[in-house]
């Protein structure tokens, strides 16, 4: 019944945007810490962005800061993440994660994952 479904994923050019959501069913995102993770071909899966129960705490990995917004609307039990300039090796499948302790940047701190939601940036 604890379910994440990712969204807005698709081909963008170089320089473009994308708006990914998280939707939560099943259960209510205001007591989880919610962070976004991506997997490209042939390589491990890394942590993007993590954004805190109430919103008020968020980090960035180095490779997408400037460039990523995380944001949760707990209303709507959907977290978000825009990506702006966006670069062709932000291409990969992008995850979104809960847990019910703190964003540690790492997947193996995560408790519950979406499926995925495939991002490719290319002309």
């Known amino acids: 019944q604890l379910q994440l479904v990712e969204s807005g994923g698709g081909l963008v050019q170089p320089g473009g945007s994308l708006r990914l959501s998280c939707a939560a069913s099943?259960?209510?995102?205001?007591?989880?810490?919610i962070g976004w993770f991506r997997q490209a071909p042939g390589k491990e899966r890394e942590g993007v962005s993590c954004?805190?129960?109430?919103?008020?705490?968020?980090n960035y990995a180095d490779s997408v800061k400037g460039r990523f917004t995380i944001s949760r609307d707990n209303a709507k039990n959907t977290v978000y993440l825009q990506m702006n300039s966006l670069k062709p090796e932000d291409t990969a499948v992008y995850y979104c994660?809960?847990?019910?302790?703190?964003?540690?940047?790492?997947?193996?701190?995560?408790?519950?994952w979406g499926k995925g939601t495939l991002v490719t940036v290319s002309s």
């Open positions: 954004i805190s129960t109430s919103g008020g705490s968020t």
């Open positions: 994660a809960a847990t019910v302790y703190y964003c540690s940047g790492y997947p193996s701190g995560m408790n519950y």
């Open positions: 099943g259960f209510t995102l205001d007591y989880y810490a």
